[in-house]
Each structure stands twice: as structure tokens, then as C-alpha cells.
């Protein structure tokens, strides 16, 4: 299910109010967003092919699953009914880290978001939802690094920004998961 609004925040995350999706999405306003980032026992990224309808970036390749949360809805809540809904998946997420993204498309739509990042392990075999993703695959981070330097125009805007970190922070999260 598409949301038809978001949260308009100002750069510390305070909520400022709410704006329908396109109309925040062509003028530009800053709103908060996830992503979320899968990793198998292998180590490996659980990354999604975009479905060709999306709005902005389809067939583009990105994240495990990344949405915006509903009004009045936690984060993190948002970031474990998204997973759910894109992927059929469910397992522990932990938050990382949030950023700061723009990036304008060449349909006129403009992505102006604070993103907030979590992390989660989990060899369930996903089930794509096909009107959220047209196909995933689990890729190691030596070959996801070398996709992108060579084809970066194959990857989503926020992806790119922000998939080094994530790997940086990948092993913390692991610990953490093995030690309880």
C-alpha cells in the first residue's frame, strides 16, 4: 500500500506537519523516510530491483526494503511493516544511523529526505510483493562495490549514499545479534 502522506520534519527530525506524498515529492520539502538493509549468515546484502511503475527509480536497484512511516507511526514500526509488505520477511532490526538526501529525477520529482537506516539478519528466503520489487538478489560487498563503481546509474540516489556506512556498521550489529 502506497502512503499517501509524509512527515515534514526539519533537519533534527522534529515534525514540522505532513504533506501528501507527490506534492512533497515535486515541491521538493524535507520528510523523513527508511531503509532498510537485510544480511544473511553468508554475510551478504539482501538487495531489490525496484518494480518498473514505481514513481521515481524503477527498475533501479537498492535496498532491501525502504518506505516512509504513517503519521503517528514509530519508525521502526514503519521499518518492520515495510520489510514485511515488500519482502515478506519479519526478523530483529536495528537502527543505525539516520542522513540527509536530495536528489532530483528526471521526471521533475525531487527526493528531499531524512532517512533512517536499519539493520537486520535473516536467511528466510523472501517473497516479493510484484507491485514493490521486480526481482532481489544477496550480493557480497566486494562485488556490490565493484557494481556500483562500474554501473552506479543502476542504483538508487540514497543506496549509494549511504551502503558504505552500512557495511562499516554490518559487523557491530552482527556481534550484537550473536551475543544475545
Not at 84 to 96: F, G, H, T, V
Not at 109 to 119: A, S
Amino acid at each position: 500500500m502506497m502512503e499517501e502522506q509524509v512527515i515534514l520534519v526539519d533537519k533534527k527530525d522534529n515534525v514540522i506537519g505532513k504533506a501528501g506524498k507527490l506534492e512533497a515529492h515535486q515541491k521538493g520539502l524535507l520528510h523523513r523516510a527508511l531503509s532498510v538493509f537485510i544480511f544473511n549468515s553468508k554475510g551478504e546484502m539482501l538487495i531489490q530491483q525496484r518494480a518498473p511503475h514505481k514513481y521515481h527509480t524503477p527498475f533501479l536497484w537498492s535496498n532491501t526494503a525502504c518506505s516512509h512511516p504513517r503519521i503517528n507511526e514509530l519508525v521502526k514500526h514503519a521499518a518492520e511493516r515495510r520489510l514485511k509488505e515488500e519482502m515478506s520477511i519479519e526478523c530483529d532490526l536495528y537502527y543505525a544511523f539516520n542522513f540527509l538526501y536530495n536528489a532530483k529525477f528526471d521526471n521533475h520529482l525531487i527526493e528531499n529526505e531524512l532517512d533512517h537506516v536499519f539493520i537486520g539478519f535473516c536467511d528466510e528466503i523472501p517473497k516479493p510483493n510484484p507491485s514493490e520489487v521486480k526481482n532481489y538478489r544477496y550480493i557480497n560487498s566486494y562485488d556490490l562495490m565493484n557494481e556500483i563503481n562500474e554501473n552506479p546509474n543502476i542504483f538508487t540516489p540514497w543506496f549509494k549514499i549511504c551502503f558504505d556506512k552500512v557495511l562499516k556498521l554490518k559487523s557491530i550489529f552482527e556481534k550484537k545479534v550473536l551475543v544475545t
